[in-house]
């Protein structure tokens, strides 16, 4: 399999969740490992069990980039990688009772109260793997971090849907690096299991349409710009236009804009242009957004100001 193929956009998919047996051509019971790193684990696991198939999340490109190659050198064709904040990744693109495992391999703990929101294991996600894993599916976590199992265990444990073995404590040849790195600083590791019994519902936020607005009014392109700065704060999220760029030629501005989604962040560009039928606002193509509800939002609320001629 060519070294590319390996990393997937599913923000580009028109439906969500994406039909898994069309991504990797096969039906086989998915796995998925959030955070891999180096891949080295993930690599390991494929080419112990080719009749699986494995979805991987990472946010940082070079262990993207590093986790392809080994993958790639491997000859493994039963991975795939998506760079995506893994708690929304596992939400959106898995139907519910469609994953067989969920593994996390030392986590970031994100000790500090101010960065809880950023910790992998909330209720958010507990939540998720109830839907998500298919009956008697299990989620498995390991790190060195016994305060983040613990906070972990008590968020598995409030959805009432999982058999709970652990945090305990184990040995074993390092499997991943991270596993090196704390076991040659003396550091004891910890395993929880979560095998699920019952199942909870989640809403998902994603879908495939594509957004866009046609404006019943005439426009001065010069006057568009003056969008930028517009702001909603809303109690599950935000959206902020940031700055406007206006085409030197032809009738087009595109504004680059945030949208927040609870703790899901995404920058994206929107489009005001002119066609024959007079001016739309649309996502940019080049940086595709999921489309949720904040994004859809942002798209509106742009539409609406300039109808208004309040920017
Ligand atoms: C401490 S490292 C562990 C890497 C690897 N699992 C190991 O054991 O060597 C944590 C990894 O998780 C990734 N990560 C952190 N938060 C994430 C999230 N929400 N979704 C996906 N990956 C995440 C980081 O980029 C980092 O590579």
């Not at 652990?166 to 004891?188: C, H, I």
């Amino acid at each position: 399999m060519e070294f590319a193929g390996y990393l997937i956009e599913p923000r580009l998919f028109a439906g969500l969740p994406p039909d898994w047996r069309w991504v990797f051509g096969r039906e086989a019971p998915l796995i998925v490992e959030i955070g891999f790193g180096n891949g080295e684990f993930l690599a390991e696991e494929a080419a112990r069990h080719p009749e699986n198939d494995y979805v991987g999340f990472e946010l940082t490109l070079t262990c993207i980039e590093k986790a392809c190659r080994k993958f790639h050198a491997a000859g493994l064709a039963n991975i795939r990688v998506v760079r995506l904040d893994g708690r929304f990744g596992l939400r959106e693109l898995f139907a519910n009772g469609s994953v067989q495992e969920v593994i996390v391999n030392f986590p970031c703990p994100w000790p500090k109260a101010r960065h809880a929101e950023r910790r992998l294991v909330d209720e958010g996600f507990a939540r998720t793997l109830a839907a998500v894993l298919e009956p008697g599916g299990r989620f498995i976590l390991a790190t060195d971090a016994l305060s983040f199992t613990e906070e972990a265990r008590n968020n598995l444990a409030a959805t009432g849907c999982f058999r709970i073995r652990g945090p305990y404590e184990v040995g074993g040849e390092p499997r991943t690096r991270y596993e090196r790195k704390w076991r040659s600083k003396g550091l004891a590791i910890y395993r929880l299991v979560a095998e699920k019994e019952a199942a909870a519902a989640v809403e998902r936020i994603a879908e495939g349409k594509m957004p866009h607005a046609r404006l019943k009014t005439d426009l001065e392109k010069e006057d568009i710009p003056k969008v930028a700065g517009l702001k909603e704060v809303w109690p599950q999220g935000a959206l902020v236009v940031k700055e406007a760029f206006v085409a030197p030629q032809g009738d087009e501005v595109l504004l680059r804009a945030f949208a927040a989604d609870g703790e899901f962040h995404q920058q994206f560009f929107i489009s005001v242009s002119r066609d024959r039928k007079g001016w739309i606002v649309q996502l940019d193509g080049a940086t595709v957004p999921f489309r949720t509800p904040a994004v859809k939002r942002a798209v509106f609320a742009v539409a609406e100001a300039l109808q208004r001629g309040d920017q």
